[in-house]
């Protein structure tokens, strides 16, 4: 018995450690990893000048293709998102290893391991819209980028303009219908990764609840533990079905999409 419970305490701290560090990764990684290839998009406030300089010159050239300036931005931005796909995925594996180690001890410890469990839990839930909202990203990472656009500096002022005239007036310029294209793109990605995680967290959901149903209703641990996964189970479908209806409104109205990217 003590050899388990050993053996249950050390992979808490492994598994612990191990989320640590990709907690640190997620935050510090892409930087670090992009640095000596992207030296010129470290500094977010520079980002953004570039990011208004690059899309007024964008408009300007009457093209659907990113003009080098603002492709080299976008190529970074999808090699940031990407990296932190892989690590919010791997947090997620750790997160959900975790908690499934702390619930089964729970059965036998304390409610401070009940909390501990419901935490790590609520934790791989969140890396999870993490990894749904850096999947976004990717696919469009143009439409990532926007956001970072500040009425502060100049370029960033026009093409905040640029961008409000044009969806406002019907503009059928290549520039204007490209990024029109990339907001589809982007909650199109949105809609495929939130069906994936309502269906596997919904049959969870109703899978803990009829276990809930026909166990032992005079064992407190089991019923709590049922209890809390199927909560939070049915919080994160909740969660994951609104940001799949705004990425249903998006698409079917991808010009007032696209200003509230931009902050309009």
Known sequence: MSTSVNR???SIVALSCAGAALVAAFVLGP???????YPQFQDQS??????GRGL???????????????????DYWFEWHAIKIIISVLLTAVLGL???TLWRRSLTAGVGCVVAAATTTVLSLFSVLVAVLNIQSTVAPVIALLPMLSADNADGQTAQS??????????????????????????WAAIVATTVVIAVVATGTVIVFRRHRSSDTTNGAHRRMFVALGSLGAVMTIAMALLFVAAVVAVVDPGEALLGVVGL
């Open 162 to 187: 640029l961008i409000e005239n044009g969806v406002q007036s019907g503009d059928s310029r290549p520039p204007l219908l490209e990024l029109l294209t990339q907001v589809e793109h982007y909650n």
């Open 98 to 100: 975790l908690a499934a």
């Open 31 to 37: 930087a670090a990893l992009l640095r000596g290839r």
């Open 46 to 51: 520079v980002m953004s000048e570039l990011l």
């Open 8 to 10: 249950s305490r050390w």
């Open 56 to 74: 007024v010159d964008y408009w300007g050239s009457g093209l659907r293709t990113y003009p080098p300036g603002l492709a080299e931005m976008v």
